[in-house]
Structures are given as structure tokens and as C-alpha cells.
Nanobody
């Protein structure tokens, strides 16, 4: 059984930094992994993803501020967020797929962690 558990959320002032972690169990890192976020009243948006070869892609509004990475040995996916803005406030979810990123469907999801950025 695959489980994903996010930690690292919290409250921070604008301009600050946070690093989210997603510890996985039962997942063999054979596919795309990603971070999504959802603010109240909004749809869930993809923030960043990382493919099996390490290639990454980012939502335009976070590119240059957020960095996605993974440590297969530690079974952990990370999202390092810098220069945070109030509009980054949302529940952040990690997700994992069984295939590479292009056109994939994310089968596994974490429970989410809240990030709140105050101005």
C-alpha cells in the first residue's frame, strides 16, 4: 500500500521561506512526482513536477522561487519555497504516478499540508 505524508507547512510572512517534505512508503519512485496546491474556492493546480530522469517543470508563477527535488534513498520528495507571497497560501499536496510525467495521471496523493503567507 502506497502512502504519502506531507510535513513542513505553516505560517510565514511574505518574503519568507518554507520547505515541504513528502515521505513515501510503498512507492518505488518509478514515475512522475509532483506538488499541487489548492486555495479555498479554487481548483487544485499543479505547482511543480519531477520526472524519473530528474527533469523538472514549474507553474509559471513559482518558477525561480520554488524548487522541487527528491531523495530516493530517503523516500522523500521536497518542495523548497522562497520569496513566498500571500497568493501562495493554499493546502499543498504531494502526488505520485506510475508513469513518466507527460500526460500522466497521479494515482497516489497525500493528505495535504497548509501553507499560509501573511503580508
Amino acid at each position: 500500500q502506497v502512502q504519502l505524508v506531507e510535513t513542513g507547512g505553516g505560517s510565514v510572512q511574505a518574503g519568507g521561506s518554507l520547505t515541504l517534505s513528502c515521505v513515501t512508503s510503498g512507492y518505488n519512485y518509478s514515475g512522475c512526482m509532483a506538488w499541487f496546491r489548492q486555495a479555498p474556492g479554487n481548483e487544485r493546480d499543479g505547482v511543480a513536477d519531477i520526472d524519473t530522469d530528474g527533469a523538472t517543470s514549474y507553474l509559471g508563477s513559482v518558477r525561480g522561487r520554488f524548487t522541487i527535488s527528491k531523495d530516493n534513498a530517503k523516500s522523500t520528495l521536497y518542495l523548497h519555497m522562497t520569496r513566498l507571497k500571500p497568493e501562495d497560501s493554499a493546502v499543498y499536496y504531494c502526488a505520485a504516478a506510475q508513469t513518466r510525467c507527460y500526460g500522466t495521471t497521479f494515482k497516489y496523493w497525500g493528505q495535504g499540508t497548509q501553507v499560509t503567507v501573511s503580508s
